[in-house]
């Protein structure tokens, strides 16, 4: 009989310690999870602020075709984009 008392406790010590890896577990999947979706929201806001780069220089480049922007830091890549297209086009007729 002196044997179920040890039992009983060495069964309580292990439930005790399978409560105890359960709680931390569950926090540190609640964190990784929150860790993820921020990941996640940042990547996509990276995305949006690149096509909006992409937008604006594409705006800026009509405005500078059709004369309404003239800006002498902004003609290098102007000029630049404007080989790009002539090298792109030559590419694309051979």
């Known amino acids: 009989m002196a044997e179920e008392p040890r039992n009983q406790i060495n069964s309580e010590k292990l439930i005790g310690a399978l409560r105890s890896v359960l709680t931390k577990g569950r926090s540190e999947v609640k964190r990784v999870g929150s860790q993820s979706k921020n990941q996640l929201s940042i990547r996509s806001l990276k995305k949006d602020r690149s096509k909006m780069y992409e937008k604006l220089g594409k705006e800026v480049e009509q405005l500078m075709l059709s004369g309404d922007i003239i800006h ?14 002539e090298e792109i086009a030559k590419e694309e007729k051979e």
Do not use: A, K, S, T
């Open 72 to 85: 002498p830091g902004l003609q290098r890549g102007f000029d630049r984009l404007q080989l790009l297209h």
